[in-house]
């Protein structure tokens, strides 16, 4: 009996063990997510555009492309429809990798944003007749996200009748679920879809032009003089979360939106109207209509009849804002309007809508004059550093201890942030000798060595130790004698780096080691160069030297 029990047991383990090797995985490499897409469909580029960290590349490029993320491209591409029966055959696309990681995806989807506000105000410019060039509608991007989706989401609504061809018809599983894609288009709206479904237009006056090229377009208004300053406010946006920033950005989108196909003319007013003032950044209140054509003037320039077309659209705007409408939205000219005979005429083309040039359609071009004079001040300041002269070095070393503190980021970050900040000590040093504090520089330097620590690099034994000593003694120490180490540290870093062995050490590695940009040591070295300065020196010898208060 006992025989036949461990018979019977091992029969049953070893088909377990033959059911386990048949389910075990073949290889323990991770499994690479498959790549998500963003489509740009009323759109075509001959080459690829590259805008922040995304390729935006033509539905044709796909060489670079897994097989299984080829099929899927393929898949997804197929559901655009321009009207009826007719799909979409060439469009762009940005492949997005999927990290997992939450905060790269958030990225990703901040930067398909500000891509699509550049590309909306690069199409959106107007054209011979005033009228944009091409509509809102034709930047919008549909960004697909994988997921399962229920029949009900596909195939099942009130008061309709399925004419899904059963050839084409999604395999639904137990759960009445099929493979598929929630899509947000323009991060502002979502829907689903699944193979076989049709995606059409959210304009239904659409149309797509054979000699449109995203990339010849954005090439040639990238060197136009005109627009130097808005490329490189674009350019530097993701480093630049201000809130000056944030009020271009919004007031781009604001103009972008006037040239909807489906907004009416008052609703296209209102766009450009909030454009402006959002750009402007005024303050409501008494007197807001004055300033605002002030504002707009100074900006443009003495122009014939500004002023007329400023003070006849801010009313327009007005009443449509306070009494929903306004009998007239055309621009009507000062001669016209100061002459008593044509006031019939002037009446009966407001009932008829006739006049010169509707007052958005000059909206959208002093807009985009205020835009280029409000960057083009802005761009130039910040080249030229404007603002770092109203900055003292005292200030910059709390602010340096400020961002060491954050412990919350890592410490390669903490060092990123205050690189422009040690920079600036050395560049814009003059004027601040007698307002530092020897203390408060001594903490910032100690703060920057111990975080050097914390990112594990791999130093020589020597500069351990003089990194080690700076962070251990005590404030009680001498100042002067504080501030030696320092000295001393910044000469062994200066010794390491001409020193060729070091280098052969470390074959094999992308040495990069002094560019600021990208190494902590090269910051620890830049901020104990600065604290070594003569007129650094000299401040603590003369404090040193005189007597206690």
Known sequence: MRHRVLQLLSRRILSAYKRGLNTMPVSRTKQKRPANFAILPYLKTSEPVYIFDLVFRSIKDTNHLSPSDKGRLSEISSLFFLAHHLRITDMVYVTLPDTGDEEIRRKQQKQLSVAQILIGYLYTSPSTNGEPFYSFEHSSIYFFDPTMVSEYALESSERTENLWPPDSRPIYNRRYDTPGYTVHLNFTSSFFVASGSRIYPP???????????????????????????????????????????????????????????????????????????????????????????????????????????????????????????????????????????????????????????????????????????????????????????????????????????QTEKTAPQRLVDIRQEVLDLHEFWAGSEKIIELETLVAAGKLIAKTYVETNPRIPNNIRSSIEQIINTSNKVDIAQRLDNFKSLAEDIQKWKKDNSFLRTMQGRELRLFKMKEDSISILRVFLEYAAMPHIELKALTEALSPPQ
């Open 203 to 405: 304009a239904h006056r659409i149309w797509l032009n054979s000699s449109q090229d995203l990339r010849t377009e954005l090439l040639m208004y990238s060197v136009n003089a005109r627009n130097w300053a808005i490329i490189e406010f674009f350019k530097n946006i993701e480093d630049n979360d201000s809130e000056f920033s944030t009020r271009v950005i919004n007031a781009l989108e604001w103009y972008n939106r006037s040239a909807s196909i489906n907004a009416a003319e008052e609703i296209a007013l209102l766009s450009v109207a909030i454009g402006l003032e959002t750009l402007l950044g005024l303050e409501q209140g008494d007197g807001f209509t004055k300033r605002f054509k002030e504002a707009v003037q100074i900006l443009i320039g003495p122009t014939p009849q500004l002023g007329e077309w400023i003070e006849q659209f801010y009313k327009a705007r007005s009443k449509i804002v306070h009494h929903g409408k306004w009998h007239t939205l055309m621009y009507q000219t000062r001669e016209s309007l100061s002459n008593k005979s044509e006031k019939k005429k002037i009446k009966k083309d407001m009932e008829q809508g006739t006049g010169h040039g509707a007052l958005v359609t000059h909206g959208r071009r002093v807009f985009r004059l205020c835009v280029n004079a409000i960057l083009s001040g802005a761009m130039t300041a910040e080249q030229t550093r404007l603002g770092s002269w109203f900055i003292n070095n005292q200030e910059r070393l709390i602010n340096i201890c400020k961002i060491l503190n």
